[in-house]
């Protein structure tokens, strides 16, 4: 199969005002392989960001969760040991 010798010729790449020429096909062609590159790129990094944000999240969670756990703890040793003064208290103060 050869090649027309008018193939890469002005009217052929750009058109000749009645009829379109391959020259717009094919800039439309390297421009949807771009876009489509382009979309698996940002695909890619959206996948990245989502990963990274649910470990930003779980640490954060356990952080927050031992904290609070800690704190309800010092809570409770509190609590326990008021009750236990109180008990010496009454017990030292009441009559036997």
Known sequence: MAIKPDFFSKEALLGDGTTPGWGSLALGGANSFGNMFMGMKQYG?????????????QLNYDAQKSMTNSQLADCQRSRNGEVR???????VLSPA
Not at 47 to 56: L, P, S
């Open 85 to 91: 003064l109180q008990r010496r208290r009454v017990a």
């Open 45 to 57: 990094l959206a996948k990245d960001t989502f990963e990274q944000n649910k470990k930003q999240f």
